[in-house]
């Protein structure tokens, strides 16, 4: 008999084995009047967590700080092995209490946060990156592709959150980022340089590793 399983169980038996989250002093609750888009999830979290611990990258860009759940995701298993994180924020607000809540966690010598658009700001950054978290404004994950993808070191990953968006029931007021997602999975699919796999863990993540082809 062919054996099968529901997804949704799956996953929700899956969070069970994790460990706790990360819990940070400052979260959404306290930032009124900010629209702040969903961190990544416990999943995606202990996803993170794995791939840090065994690459170990020494330089990791994570665009999209919010409040600093991610960068403190990053932050704690690059603090292991001496490794680094710059996390951009474009919205001062969010990157002062990314900050407050990295510097809460002992994460400060691992964790800088840069108050920028990600955009602009990438073309400012020379290191070569062992891992790149994409997590930003849906609509800048296109744009940003070639310029995060020529920032990857030989063998760097890109980890693209949400990339699932094409397939959920999102409310109307999104649905261009439903359209810019799918268009950006199509883009990862065809790119020669990277091999991507999707995976149906939170929102969808996208892990890519870089080729670099010789000769």
């Known amino acids: 008999m062919e054996s099968s399983f529901d997804i949704n169980r799956a996953l929700t038996y899956i969070s069970t084995l994790l460990q706790p989250e990360i819990s940070l002093p400052i979260n959404a609750n306290d930032l009124p009047g900010e629209k702040i888009q969903p961190t990544i999830g416990p999943l995606a979290a202990a996803l993170l967590n794995v791939l840090v611990s065994a690459k170990q990258p020494a330089h990791i860009l994570d665009i999209g700080t919010s409040y600093g759940y991610s960068a403190a995701v990053l932050g704690r298993a690059a603090s292991a092995y001496d490794g680094h994180v710059t996390s951009i924020e474009i919205n001062p607000r969010l990157a002062e209490a990314a900050q407050k809540n990295i510097a809460a966690l002992g994460l400060s010598g691992s964790v800088s946060i840069l108050t920028a658009d990600a955009r602009a700001a990438v073309h400012d950054l020379t290191t070569p990156f062992g891992l790149i978290l994409q997590d ?80």
């Open 136 to 215: 930003g404004h849906k609509l800048d994950y296109l744009p940003m592709l070639d310029d995060l993808v020529a920032r990857l070191e030989n063998g760097g990953l890109l980890i693209s959150d949400d990339v699932l968006f094409p397939v959920m029931n999102i409310p109307d007021s999104a649905r261009e980022w439903q359209t810019a997602m799918e268009v950006y999975n199509r883009a990862l699919a065809a790119r020669q340089n990277l091999q991507t796999v999707w995976l149906p863990i939170g929102d969808g993540v996208a892990v890519s590793v870089h080729r670099i082809r010789h000769g």
